[in-house]
């Protein structure tokens, strides 16, 4: 699976790691995020992110 950055701070999402700490599971592919989950670290929006 693609792992996928932000564009605004450049946080990489890693489907191998997923978003633990917003209940994100390991395994979860960027396109089956919740439309709802931003960045972690700069709380940017998942249209915000570009494919590595
Ligand atoms: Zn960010």
């Known amino acids: 699976m693609a ?3 932000c564009d605004a ?3 990489v999402y890693d489907p191998a790691v997923g ?3 917003n209940g994100i599971a390991p395994g979860t592919s960027f ?3 919740p439309e709802d989950w ?3 670290e700069c709380g940017a ?3 915000m ?3 590595q």
């Open 31 to 33: 396109a089956a995020l």
């Open 45 to 47: 929006s998942k249209d």
């Open 38 to 40: 931003t960045c972690p």
């Open 19 to 21: 978003d633990p700490d």
């Open 9 to 11: 701070c450049g946080y």
């Open 3 to 5: 792992k996928y950055v």
């Open 49 to 51: 992110f570009s494919p």
